[in-house]
């Protein structure tokens, strides 16, 4: 089942196994999200983060023994897409899952927050936490005695009915609650993904409706996918510092800010390309192929830019946000 999943995450233009595997496992290396934006996979950023390494390996190597993939120049590509249409059948990736949404950690508390309020109903306070997690266990606690006079059971309500019968149903099934222990089985990875994507959907609803104070607090908001200091970097480009200067500043090395800024494009952030290009290469970048992924072509056909510019220009035009004009 596991090259079922594996399958699905290349295409026609060669993909680095390892790029894949640092994408589903969470690394957040420039080269990584660079090549999840190339291929249209950002989405899959930490779907995974238990696969072992050894499987995946093993898995592409039966996928290539197979000739669903093969080997190119620069990396796997897909041999038969009739392979990969049949896998995406017998194991569907999750359609609503976004890394920012921070589900792993939602779903533990989730669990526990719902058996300690239906206890609680109750007056019962002598219970095996469905959730053994020290940690999680003290953030329920925490977020209990907040949102007690919150209405969580009928936030939830609501909630639940809001969601499609199907997932509801199947979220449903794998809650505790005093003298109730839902149904559900244990979960092969077809499963998992579809729980991860019934949980994506619960949590969509909850950003979308602040007027849940308690359901809004167990969630907890976005995850930031990137640092501090990146978010800083950023800030400070904004604010008319060169790089060199911001640099300084927060006491980073020259290549560690242009990862920074080339990471929170890669997210979204809109970069003042006017402040860190000169006219005349905003004019050379102008003339070149924009569809070109050979950064070193690039670089050979425009003297003078760095590693930077050229990076910074195919993410904006991979996003459709260079400026042309």
């Given amino acids: ?4 999943f594996v399958v699905q995450l290349f295409d026609d233009q060669p993909r680095r196994e390892t790029a894949v595997y640092m994408l589903l496992n969470g690394k957040k290396t420039l080269s990584v999200l660079f090549a999840a934006l190339q291929h249209g996979q950002l989405q899959w950023l930490q779907l995974y983060p238990t696969l072992a390494r050894e499987d995946f390996q093993a898995a592409v190597a039966q996928l290539i023994q197979a000739g669903a993939l093969r080997q190119a120049d620069k990396g796997l590509v897909l041999a038969d897409p009739a ?9 569907p990736l999750p359609v609503h899952y976004q890394p920012w949404m921070g589900l792993a950690g939602f779903e533990q508390r989730f669990l526990l927050a719902v058996q300690a309020v239906s206890e609680a109903s109750y007056h019962e306070a002598r219970y095996r936490p469905a959730v053994r997690d020290w940690g999680v266990q003290q953030a329920i606690r925490r977020w209990y005695r907040q949102a007690a006079r919150a209405d969580f059971p009928g936030e939830l309500t609501a909630a639940f009915a809001a969601l499609p019968a199907p997932a509801a149903d199947r979220l449903a099934s794998r809650l505790i609650g005093h003298d109730f222990v839902g149904s559900a089985q244990p979960l092969d990875l077809a499963g998992q993904l579809q729980k991860l994507d019934d949980l994506a959907q619960l949590v969509t609803l909850i950003a979308a409706h602040p007027e849940w104070p308690a359901l809004t607090s167990l969630w907890g908001g976005r995850v930031q996918l990137l ?3 990146n978010y ?16 300084s500043q927060l006491r980073l090395k020259a290549s560690t800010v242009n990862e920074h800024l080339l990471a929170a494009t890669i997210f979204g952030w809109q970069p003042p390309v006017a402040a860190l290009y000169s006219p005349a290469l905003l004019a050379a970048f102008a003339g070149v192929n924009g569809q070109e992924q050979d950064y070193q072509k690039l670089l050979a056909a425009l003297p003078g830019a760095e590693f930077f510019h050229v990076r910074l220009f195919q993410i904006l035009n991979l996003q459709g946000r260079w400026p042309h004009a």
């Fill in 227 to 229: 640092s501090p200091s």
């Fill in 1 to 4: 089942m596991l090259t079922d």
């Fill in 83 to 91: 392979a990969q249409a049949r896998a995406a059948v017998k194991v």
């Fill in 232 to 247: 800083r970097a950023c800030q400070l480009i904004e604010q008319g510092q060169t790089r060199a200067q911001v640099a």
